[in-house]
């Protein structure tokens, strides 16, 4: 068995604890005191030679260049990438320029959809696209150890996790298994777009893009303190299964 899996949940905690305490320090910091095992500490390390200077960009930059990506997408005009450079590059660290946490639906891949390589994007996914525990952990990781300047929340038309959510709220519909978790998370941003003109599933879909982007950007000191900085920018978009298109939104 692997040390990771014979932990105590004691010291996990602990560990946790102590990361998120001193993770305010910033990588270089937080190497010096020691307090950064394993691979954080390689992330560190390399953070003075970033695997892909590329993704060295301001979060406007990377904004830009995230629609930019889109665009080419929607075209047909994707970049070739070579792969095995990139996997070669990659082996040190990662300094991805955006996070994106999305749908799990199948019909959406972020990295085609911004025509992204190896190493450019962070990605976050599960069903209804809304920030959990673990979700949050994890962008506060790529913001705080990483340094990726952009975080897109990515809602897509006809998400069947809304869907859910809707017929929750409007139909008291139940569901089998752990789906109720799905429903109850969504219930806010479902609640809210009743109360608006227009298609229920359109309106509760970008609802809770703006609700999550809302909420990450008053999430935790780690994505605040960035946030005030200048650091990091939080966004939400809307993707089109027909055309590819990401509308943002937020």
Do not use: W
Request: proline share 5%; charged share 25%.
């Amino acid at each position: 068995m692997c040390k990771s899996c014979d932990s105590t949940s004691t010291a996990n905690t602990t560990d946790r604890r102590r990361f998120l305490r001193l993770a305010g320090l910033g990588a270089g910091a937080l190497l010096l005191a020691g307090a950064l095992p394993g691979r954080f500490a390689q992330a560190a390390e390399k953070s003075s030679a970033p695997p892909k200077p590329q993704n060295v960009v301001s979060p406007d930059q990377a904004l830009k260049r995230l629609i930019e990506g889109n665009e080419r997408y929607v075209n047909g005009d994707s970049t070739t990438h070579d792969f095995k450079d990139e996997r070669e590059a990659l082996v040190s660290g990662q300094n991805p320029f955006v996070a994106v946490l999305s749908c799990s639906d199948s019909r959406i891949a972020p990295e085609y959809a911004f025509d992204t390589a190896r190493g450019d994007l962070f990605a976050i996914r599960l069903a209804g696209n809304f920030v959990t525990g673990e979700g949050l952990a994890s962008l506060e990781y790529a913001v705080a150890v990483l340094g990726t300047p952009l975080i897109l929340v990515l809602g897509h038309e006809s998400c069947g996790a809304i869907e859910a959510g809707i017929k929750a709220v409007k139909d008291n519909a139940s569901f089998p298994g752990h789906i109720p978790k799905l429903t109850e998370a969504l219930k806010a941003s479902v609640e809210k777009a009743i109360k608006q003109p227009g298609d229920l599933m359109e309106n509760a879909i970008a609802q809770n893009v703006k609700d999550s982007v809302e909420q990450l950007k008053k999430a935790t000191p780690l994505l605040t303190d960035a946030l005030e900085k200048g650091k990091l920018k939080v966004v939400g978009g809307v993707y089109r299964l027909a055309t590819g298109k990401v509308e943002m939104i937020a």
